[in-house]
């Protein structure tokens, strides 16, 4: 999958769990794209960031 590919798509699951996006968040393009060369799909690296950074998810079906 090409980055920007893989881009819309984390990005769209962090705001479909968390209700944030990556410019919310703050995350530069270096720090996304090592996720996506250590080949993390989209959902493995949200939770991953969302466990660092301790997020709570919204309810289900808010978004």
């Known amino acids: 999958m090409e980055f920007a590919k893989w881009l819309a798509a984390a990005d769209d699951?962090?705001?479909?769990?968390?209700?944030?996006?990556?410019?919310?968040?703050?995350?530069?393009?270096?720090f996304l794209k090592q996720a996506w060369r250590n080949d993390e799909t989209p959902s493995e690296f949200v939770e991953r960031i969302?466990?660092?950074f301790d997020l709570e998810p919204v309810p289900q079906g808010l978004f």
């Open 13 to 30: 699951y962090l705001k479909q769990s968390y209700a944030i996006n990556f410019s919310d968040a703050g995350f530069d393009d270096a």
């Open 50 to 52: 969302a466990l660092k």
